[in-house]
């Protein structure tokens, strides 16, 4: 049974460009996947705390040498790292915030970059551990950053996203980016500027 791992950062819920195109993938792949699981995680909805020194201890701490204590600390780290170890694709929901992934993308990020888990090093090399696995990005910015543009220098999102998820092992990545959302702040209609974008996101599912 092939299963889905559906993430979500925005904090718009409903005005969300990232979430509703997110969304389309989802009901796509379900069409495609008559059979399949979605796992669904809203970051805004997960309260993940910020790395700490007691976390950077228990992490670096063997497992049959861990307190109690130790494991309580790494629970919400364990539920997530699972959650990438039981998908077999993932889709990931991600607006610009200040050029770069919001808050909650990079808490979450922390929490399943881990050494022995989703990376090691070996003969004194990197090497990722989340293999077998592909990815859809969907990202929704302000602004317009493509390659060519005047502000394509301010786009750490996917540069951010495709270094640390090929770090990861992740090099099955697709970038699909809704530019230009700003324009619904100002009369722009929320129908026409989401229909080529929504078509793009079902025609990758269908292809994918």
């Keep these: 049974m092939s299963t889905l791992l559906h993430i979500d950062s925005s904090p718009l819920y409903g005005r969300s460009v990232s979430r509703e195109l997110t969304g389309a993938f989802v009901a796509q792949w379900k069409l495609t996947h008559p059979n399949g699981a979605v796992i669904e995680r809203d970051l805004n909805a997960s309260a993940i705390p910020?790395?700490?020194?007691e976390f950077v201890g228990a992490m670096y701490?063997?497992?049959?040498?861990?307190?109690?204590?130790?494991?309580?600390?790494?629970?919400?780290?364990?539920?997530?790292?699972?959650?990438l170890q039981e998908a077999k694709e993932y889709v990931v929901g991600v607006p610009m915030h200040n050029f770069g992934v919001p808050s909650?993308?990079?808490?979450?990020?922390?929490?399943?970059?881990?050494?022995?888990?989703?990376?090691?090093?070996?003969?004194?090399?990197p090497k990722g551990l989340i293999v077998g696995k592909k990815a859809t990005f969907i990202i929704a910015t302000?602004?317009?950053?493509?390659?060519?543009?005047?502000?394509?220098?301010?786009?750490?999102?996917?540069?951010?996203?495709?270094s640390v998820?090929?770090?990861?092992?992740?090099?099955?990545?697709?970038?699909?980016t809704a530019g230009g959302t700003m324009g619904l702040n100002s009369g722009l209609d929320r129908g026409a500027?989401?229909?080529?974008?929504?078509?793009?996101?079902?025609?990758?599912?269908?292809?994918?």
């Design 50 to 53: 910020p790395i700490n020194a």
């Design 142 to 162: 302000g602004g317009m950053y493509d390659a060519q543009t005047q502000m394509a220098s301010f786009n750490f999102v996917e540069p951010y996203l495709r």
């Design 61 to 83: 701490t063997p497992d049959e040498a861990r307190t109690p204590r130790q494991n309580e600390v790494l629970s919400l780290s364990d539920t997530l790292l699972a959650e």
């Design 104 to 125: 909650v993308m990079k808490l979450w990020i922390d929490q399943i970059a881990r050494r022995g888990k989703t990376f090691a090093y070996v003969d004194g090399k």
């Design 165 to 176: 998820f090929g770090f990861l092992g992740l090099t099955d990545a697709t970038f699909i």
């Design 193 to 208: 500027f989401l229909a080529p974008h929504i078509q793009a996101v079902q025609a990758h599912v269908q292809i994918a």
